[in-house]
């Protein structure tokens, strides 16, 4: 089992960035592919972006890609999702999530294990 800690969330204006970090428990951690969603006020968990496991191709959902960026460091057993010319409605709770299934994983129940989630805040 691992367990999932996600920070770097906050206050940013529109064109700004952030890196968000998540951090994993247990020694398997390279076992895991691991992904990212979020959740707006008043809307339904959605997908962000997924890392398998070998870290050589990643997938992303249009509204972010070109601006968002998936990476992982297994040596520090933490994935990390830098978000760069953000928008306001990229307003959410986002969540990093780990799943022992091979190959791209961007549905929820795809996920066995998720963090807290860090609130994610842009002005205009």
């Known amino acids: 089992q691992v367990q999932l800690v996600e920070s770097g969330g906050g206050l940013v204006q529109a064109g700004g960035s952030l890196r968000l970090s998540c951090a994993t428990s247990g020694r398997t951690f390279g076992s895991y592919a691991m992904g990212w969603f979020r959740q707006a006020p008043g809307k339904e968990r959605e997908f962000v972006a997924a890392l398998p496991l070998s870290g050589y191709s990643t997938y992303y959902a249009d509204s972010v890609k070109g601006r968002f960026t998936i990476s992982r460091d297994n040596a520090k057993n933490t994935v990390y999702l830098q978000m760069n010319s953000l928008k306001p409605e990229d307003t959410a709770v986002y969540s990093c999530?780990?799943?022992?299934?091979?190959?791209?994983?961007?549905?929820?129940?795809?996920?066995?294990?998720w963090g807290q989630g860090t609130q994610v805040t842009v002005s205009s």
């Open positions: 999530a780990a799943t022992l299934l091979a190959g791209i994983r961007s549905r929820m129940n795809e996920y066995a294990y």
